[in-house]
Nanobody
Framework: EVQLVESGGGAVRAGGSLRLSCAVSGFEDDDYAIGWIRQAPGKDREGVSCISSDDGRTWYVDSVKGGFTISRDSANNTVYLQMNNLHPEDTAVYYC???????????????????WGQGTPVTVSS
């Protein structure tokens, strides 16, 4: 059974930082995209960032470029999202997610996800 367990969410003031972690277990595929999806209150889910399994290339939606950094620790099966200079509009539940094909565009823009974590809330106050 694939399990994605997020941690690191919380409440910060605008301009602050948080680092989200996603511990992955039970996933053996070697062709995938892994990353983060978020859902703000009253809004649809939105792709944030992902990493390609093929070459480790990183992808971001325009709204977080320059502020968020995704990384992975393959030895510990963990993916991170470093979020700097947070804005109130970044308030959302952040989900770790895996797509069982290395298709970053589909991950970010079509949200064709095969496995989801339970989500961790991030609240940014002004």
């Amino acid at each position: 059974e694939v399990q994605l367990v997020e941690s690191g969410g919380g409440a910060v003031r605008a301009g602050g930082s948080l680092r989200l972690s996603c511990a992955v277990s039970g996933f053996e595929d070697d062709d995938y995209a892994i990353g983060w999806i978020r859902q703000a209150p009253g809004k649809d889910r939105e792709g944030v960032s992902c990493i390609s399994s093929d070459d480790g290339r990183t992808w971001y939606v325009d709204s977080v470029k320059g502020g968020f950094t995704i990384s992975r620790d393959s030895a510990n099966n963990t993916v991170y999202l470093q979020m700097n200079n947070l804005h109130p509009e970044d308030t959302a539940v952040y989900y770790c997610a895996v797509k069982e094909d290395d298709l970053p565009y589909s991950f970010l823009h079509r949200l064709t996800i095969d496995h989801w974590g339970q989500g961790t809330p991030v609240t940014v106050s002004s």
